[in-house]
């Protein structure tokens, strides 16, 4: 079975740092890119950064360009997604996502088959 755990969220204060973290099991994660998204209250999830299968390659969202970073630990079948400068509209549920090897669009959530369940983000003003 598939499972893609996400941990870290919480309340913070704008201007906070935060790190998130996804653990992946039941995969052959270093084969996989890995995605996050974010959905706020009465909006549609959204893109927020990609990782490709080798770690070398990233893109973000232009709402969180400059203040976001993904990596990953292959070795712990986890990537990571550290925020820093939260504004109060980065106040979401954050959604990690596992694309297939040779799926390309790293923003579209079509294109991501496994998903975790979020770990909601609260940013205070």
């Known amino acids: 079975q598939v499972q893609l755990t996400e941990s870290g969220g919480g309340l913070v204060q704008a201007g906070d740092s935060l790190r998130l973290s996804c653990a992946v099991s039941?995969?052959?994660?270093?084969?996989?890119?890995m995605g996050w998204f974010r959905q706020a209250p009465g909006k549609e999830r959204e893109f927020v950064a990609a990782l490709n299968w080798s770690g070398d390659g990233t893109s973000y969202a232009d709402s969180v360009k400059g203040r976001a970073t993904i990596f990953r630990d292959n070795a712990k079948n986890t990537v990571y997604l550290r925020m820093d400068s939260l504004k109060p509209e980065d106040t979401a549920v954050y959604y990690c996502?596992?694309?297939?090897?040779?799926?390309?669009?790293?923003?579209?959530?079509?294109?991501?088959?496994?998903w975790g369940q979020g770990t909601q983000v609260t940013v205070s003003s």
């Open positions: 996502a596992a694309r297939p090897p040779g799926r390309m669009g790293y923003a579209k959530e079509g294109n991501y088959d496994y």
């Open positions: 039941g995969l052959a994660f270093s084969t996989y890119a």
